[in-house]
C-alpha cells in the first residue's frame, strides 16, 4: 500500500525515531508499503519517519533489489565523498553533502535476523542519509555552505537523487 510522503519541515521529520523491538507482521507490511512507496515516488532510499512512523526502519534501492534495515547502526565508516543529494521529503531541493565513502550497517532483516550490510558510493550515502532521518535530521543539516544548498523543479528530479 502506498503511503503518503511527508514533508519537510514536518515535526515528526525532527523527531528521533523510536527502536523496533520486536519484528512483527507490522513492522514487516510497514516494510512492504515503505518499498512500494520509495519505487513509485521514485527515490532510492527511504526512512519510517518520511511515512509518518517514528521508528527504526529504513530501505534503499540502487536498482539491485530493495533492501530494508531495522535499528540499522553504522558501525564503521571510512574515507570521504560528496554527493548531491535530494531527499523524498524536501521536493525540489538539492546539495552536496559531505558523508563517508564506505559503511558497514548493522540491524535486522524484515525476518528478524540480524544482518551486516557493507556499503560503498551510492548506498553509502543512501544508508547515512536514512540513518540520519531517524535521528531527526534532513540533507540540509548537513551542509556545511547553505550557499550550495540549490533549488530545482521538481519536474527535473533525478532518481540517485531522491532519497
Ligand atoms: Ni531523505
Do not use: W
Not at 512512523?53 to 553504522?74: F, H, L, Q
Amino acid at each position: 500500500m502506498l503511503r503518503k510522503i511527508i514533508r519537510f519541515p514536518h515535526p515528526v521529520l525532527k523527531k528521533k525515531a523510536k527502536a523496533v523491538k520486536r519484528v512483527t507482521t507490522e513492522i514487516v507490511r510497514l516494510i512492504d508499503d515503505m518499498i512500494e512507496t520509495m519505487q513509485k515516488a521514485p527515490g532510492v532510499g527511504l526512512a519510517a519517519p518520511q511515512v509518518g512512523e517514528s521508528i527504526r526502519v529504513i530501505v534503499a534501492d540502487i536498482g539491485t533489489g530493495a533492501i530494508a534495515v531495522i535499528n540499522p547502526k553504522i558501525i564503521k565508516k571510512s574515507g570521504k565523498q560528496c554527493l548531491n543529494e535530494g531527499c523524498l521529503s524536501l521536493p525540489g531541493v538539492e546539495a552536496p553533502v559531505e558523508r563517508a565513502a564506505h559503511v558497514i550497517v548493522t540491524g535486522l532483516d524484515r525476518t528478524g535476523k540480524k544482518a551486516t550490510i557493507e556499503a560503498k558510493e551510492l548506498l553509502a550515502t543512501i544508508l547515512q542519509h536514512e540513518v540520519d532521518h531517524l535521528e531527526g535530521l534532513v540533507l540540509v543539516d548537513r551542509v556545511s555552505d547553505p550557499s550550495l544548498i540549490k533549488h530545482v523543479p521538481p519536474a527535473s528530479e533525478k532518481k540517485e537523487e531522491l532519497i
